[in-house]
């Protein structure tokens, strides 16, 4: 039957549905990534996405509050005794350019007489402000669109799409959210009073600006941890005259092992481990090598370095019962051993020590009192009956806090109270799937929300060195790549 006037609105509609259906297809919506975080590792991805061809015509935006985007706080402080514990071949951002930030150090003022074997770390937040800057002042190819915003993130809700609010009421329609979060300030070190939490000598973060400097120079000290903030704190009170001896109060009573010049490598034994499924399995394995080793007089040094690639491996195939009991009993020798001091830092804290400025106790802080101008704290040495020390300021040093189900940062607290994260069960950060995409409270798999860093220490114990991240960075823009219209 031949077509009609009437039939005329009926034909218009569905050439315009075919047309829409075309253009569906073969010029899908540009997807928008939203990226939380501007430090190290949302800095690698933001570099990594831009390499991705099949990001051509996507819109990505840095939330980053901090005014300088790149640093993040681990390279923030403008303080040239804050060294990198890593020698600069092993630092660049990406990881198919393993020279990319030796290079650029070796064009830096700070080389004018040779490449410092041990780089300051605002030297290395500058790198990566220039690398982010330089990207973004590029361009990037394909009309691919970049935008960085300065400001808080305060909540997500999920409209279809994930829609980042702002802390300042603006609103970012996202196909895919990363959370690039850092490391969170360590948690009280003592209860349940927590009178001492505000007062004046008590510092709960070592790397807030300036809060060095308000210590007198004849004022006592007290350092809860001993690791390398803690040998940051002591070089930056030398470094401002502070005169009056140091109290050192950790649960281990060690200091991180000092570098040694560079090591040949030691060949990779991981296929001796790869059945090992008991921390004793693996510890048997590792002291033959090092007997053996010792034997050919190569430093002990080099054959843990020899498991950095796999340690990811060798931690997931142990059960949760063995991960439990590595991080009771050896967590902190390996803090230690593997977290190592840059030789001149290591032997400036045996020269404080000698001359008696400095002195380290083995023990648990168990309280932590107000008491005037002072504050006295309760040690529980190990084997031996509680003392208390007197101190005008007490420095937290100990590590970051990594329990989700305690994080009381408002993005966090609110993916929390909505189910859309999960916390593991031995607290080092959250559950997601081999991609980084978050598990939620449910168990299931988000299709938009991913992480990177230090959140995903679950999966890999060690999740903060930057071989690490930058791999973590490059894997994940080339996943959010491979499904650029929210395909999983």
Known sequence: MPPTAADAPLRFSGRIALISFFFAVNHPSRPVITVVGGGFAGTALVLQLRRQAALAGAEIHLVEPRETPGPGLAYTARRPEYLLNVRPAALSLYPDAPGHFADWLARQPESAG??????????????????????????????????????????????????????????????????????????????????YLHHPGYHADPWAAGNLRRIGPDEAVLLIGSGLTAVDVLLALRQDGHRAPVTVVARHGRWPAAHSPVLPPYPSFYPELADKTTVAGVL????????????????????????????????????????????????????????????????????????????????????????????????????????????????????????????????????????????????????????????????????????????????????TAVPELRQQAAALAAELARRPTGQP
Do not use: K
């Open 284 to 463: 048997a394995v590792f002291r033959q090598h090092l007997r053996a080793a010792a034997a050919h007089g190569t430093n002990w040094r080099a054959v843990l370095d020899s498991l950095r690639p796999d340690l990811g491996r060798i931690w997931a195939a142990w059960p949760l019962a063995e991960q439990r009991r590595f991080l009771r009993h050896l967590a902190g020798l390996w803090a230690v051993t593997r977290h190592r001091s840059p030789p001149e830092n290591a032997e400036a804290v045996a020269a404080l020590t000698a001359a008696g400025l400095v002195r380290l106790h083995a023990g648990t802080v168990r309280e932590i009192l107000p008491d005037g101008d002072a504050l006295r704290v309760r040690v529980r040495p190990h084997g031996s009956t509680d003392c208390w020390h007197e101190a005008r300021h007490v420095v937290c040093c100990t590590g970051p806090l990594l329990d989700y189900a305690r994080i009381a940062d408002p993005l966090v607290m609110s993916l929390r109270d909505a189910g859309h994260l999960a916390a593991d069960a031995l607290n080092l950060g959250l559950l997601t799937d081999a991609h980084g995409a978050l598990r939620g409270a449910d168990g299931r798999v988000s299709a938009t929300l991913f992480t990177l860093g230090s959140s995903r220490r679950p999966a890999y114990f060690e999740s």
């Open 114 to 195: 040779g490449p410092p074997e041990f780089a300051p770390r605002a030297t290395y937040g500058r790198y990566l402000n220039e690398e982010l800057t330089a990207a973004l002042a590029a361009g990037a190819p394909g009309h691919l669109m970049w935008h960085r915003t300065t400001a808080e993130v305060a909540r997500l809700r999920p409209d279809g799409r994930r829609a980042v609010q702002l802390a300042d009421g603006r609103t970012l329609l996202s196909d895919y959210v990363v959370l690039a979060l850092g490391n969170f300030p360590p948690p009280p070190p003592a209860g349940p009073d927590h009178r």
